[in-house]
């Protein structure tokens, strides 16, 4: 996922919290105290100011915007936290503190799905009776459209790009350039309440596909209005937009009368309105919450560095925040087309300050210096070997090594690249910029370049075009698994199949035979632990090919006002949960 958003952010993982909340109040032990927050870091294990109350205003802010309020089309692990306040899925991450929210459990489904024909065919039941906000029941139709939508990324561009790799549906456009849904063989509708989907190969892991992200949201063809369906996307949730969301600016939503919380233990229906405004300076926010004007700064990233300051130095201000590890890898893409040599590559990752970048996402309150690309909270992942810090154990920097490197790669003096940042996340600056100054010590010179996280991931660092016409070598990224294993996590940043024009996740495009070999293979690997080796050797080959320059495996420290309720630090999209809050006062 990408972190938050990156993917997000993701992530990334992305975290989803579950709930099985008491009246209002709670004990110590329940994570939370009645009308208080708790303690410091509380809500990062447990629930904290447990409350049932109905009513009030819950408002969050962000910096920039979400890349679309479309659920097909969101990557960001906060966009894809914040939409199941109105859309469902087949599956969905339980609503729970702790690991129990990294699994998949049933939403829009009965069931998990049912496998066959050797995991190469699976079924899912429909609950019956659940509507719209129009008061329609949905139908299984209506999912299997949501997912032909994903095949067109002229009109859906920011999204996932499973189903397009994994059903066996090629050749196929989507409905906006072929309107006869039958002409669609990924997915099978027999009858109202049953799909069919079938895969080219087998895939063990298709329930999380099926739960991650919006693509199995159900989207009613005849109110789907293409590019602009963010603008006003139909609620099968608990709230619904009140008019048209207005980019850059903002949104409300209002309780949805046709939400029956009998088919939805996931998700609460606690304030009467949500409000986003967007485009607030992220120092803003973080006073803000501080004052509890605003109860959630959505990128859910953590406070900047002077609220950090204030927060960790302030007993009573840090009672009221959590620091998790948030199942994020914060790191560097190096694009191999613009830095073909493997060397010149190297000279980066040896030369590069990463104490000082570190340093950049907040020191031990930010994170912990990574080794492997996969984060720590992945299922079977290996600390793996730091192949460039041998002799650089302070991660400092290696300038012989980087200077050697050089050498090989024909560019003694050095060499130039573009590197480029999201400008409306302050940490992101600073991790250029220290990784800027420590290059600039070997001679490698980089122009630094700031572009809007609303934009970043699909018309910037996430469009091969734009990537190669400007010459970008390299750029911040964000990473967290899209569900909890290392497929879920590395597939989308390494092979070469996830490529896409936009939205792309794999930015150092990544083309190398023995990666993309081992991604042909996995999938047809029944044994989990026997993926995750494959997992591990894939995660060691793209840091061997210094593809990406591994940072930190990040810690958000989260700031919880004390008139919000229902906090919890939520393991799938590394976030709380957004779906469950509520407000008092």
């Not at 129009?134 to 299984?140: C, P, Q, S």
């Not at 573009?418 to 996340?425: K, N, T, V």
């Not at 600073?430 to 990784?435: F, G, Y």
Request: proline share 7%.
């Amino acid at each position: 996922m990408k972190s938050p958003k990156v993917v997000t952010s993701a992530a990334a993982g992305i975290v989803v919290l579950g709930l099985g909340l008491s009246a209002c109040g709670g004990s110590d032990d329940e994570g939370g105290e009645k009308g208080g927050s708790g303690k410091f870091d509380a809500g990062s294990t447990a629930v904290v100011n447990v409350s049932d109350h109905k009513g009030g205003v819950l408002k969050m802010a962000q910096p920039d915007d979400f890349e679309s309020l479309d659920p097909a089309n969101i990557y960001y692990a906060y966009g894809l936290n914040f939409v199941r306040i109105f859309s469902r899925n087949l599956m969905t991450y339980a609503s729970k503190p702790g690991l129990e929210g990294t699994k998949m459990v049933p939403d829009l489904a009965e069931a998990p799905g049912v496998p066959s024909n050797g995991s190469k065919t699976w079924t899912y039941k429909l609950k019956r009776g659940v509507k719209y906000e129009d008061g329609t029941e949905i139908k299984a139709k209506d999912i299997k459209y949501g997912v032909a939508r994903t095949f067109d990324r002229s009109v859906l561009h920011n999204g996932p790009s499973y189903f397009t790799q994994l059903l066996d549906a090629d050749g196929y456009k989507g409905p906006f350039k072929d309107k006869n849904l039958d002409n669609f063989k990924g997915v099978e509708t027999p009858d109202d309440y049953t799909l069919v989907f079938k895969l080219k190969a087998p895939f063990s892991e298709f329930d999380q596909v099926v739960g991650f992200s919006g693509q199995t949201a159900p989207v009613p063809a005849a109110k789907d209005t293409g590019v602009r369906y963010g603008m006003h996307p139909v609620s099968s949730g608990p709230y619904k937009l009140e008019g048209d969301y207005t980019p850059k600016k903002g949104g409300t939503w209002v309780r949805n009368t046709n939400w029956d919380p009998a088919t939805d233990p996931n998700r609460k229906q606690l304030p009467d309105k949500i409000e986003v405004q967007s485009g607030l300076k992220a120092e803003e926010i973080d006073s803000r919450l501080q004052g509890g004007t605003v109860q959630i700064d959505l990128p859910g990233s953590g406070v900047q560095s002077a609220a950090r300051q204030q927060i960790l130095t302030s007993p009573k201000l840090k009672a009221n925040a959590d620091n998790p590890l948030a199942g994020f890898h914060w790191y560097v893409p190096i694009n191999v087309k613009n830095i073909p040599n493997i060397e010149c590559r190297k000279a980066i990752v040896y030369a590069a300050d990463r104490a000082a970048m570190f340093r950049a996402y907040g020191g031990e309150a930010g994170g912990e210096v990574s080794t492997s690309i996969q984060p720590p909270a992945v299922q079977g992942r290996e600390k793996g070997t730091d192949f460039y810090t041998k002799a650089d154990p302070n991660f400092t920097g290696d300038p012989v090594q980087a200077k050697a490197s050089l050498a090989k790669c024909g560019k003694p003096g050095g060499f130039s690249t573009l590197m480029i940042f999201r400008s409306d996340r302050p940490k992101e600056k600073a991790t250029a910029e220290a990784l800027q100054q420590s290059l600039q010590k070997v001679g490698i010179k980089l122009e630094l370049k700031g572009y809007p996280s609303g934009t970043y991931t699909n018309e910037q660092l996430g469009a091969p075009k734009f990537v190669a016409k400007e010459k970008v070598g390299l750029g911040t990224y964000g990473w967290a698994p899209d569900w909890n294993t290392g497929y879920g996590y590395l597939q989308p940043i390494s092979d070469v199949k996830a490529i896409v024009p936009t939205g792309n996740a794999n930015p150092e495009e990544l083309n190398d035979p023995e990666v993309n070999k081992k991604w042909n293979e996995v999938v047809a690997v029944q044994d989990p632990a026997a993926r995750a080796k494959i997992y591990n050797e894939i995660d060691a080959r793209i840091r061997e090919q210094a593809a990406i320059l591994p940072n930190v495996y990040a810690k958000s420290l989260l700031f919880r006002p004390t008139n919000l309720t229902n906090v919890y630090f939520h393991a799938g999209y590394g976030m709380y949960d957004y779906a469950n809050l509520g407000v008092t006062g």
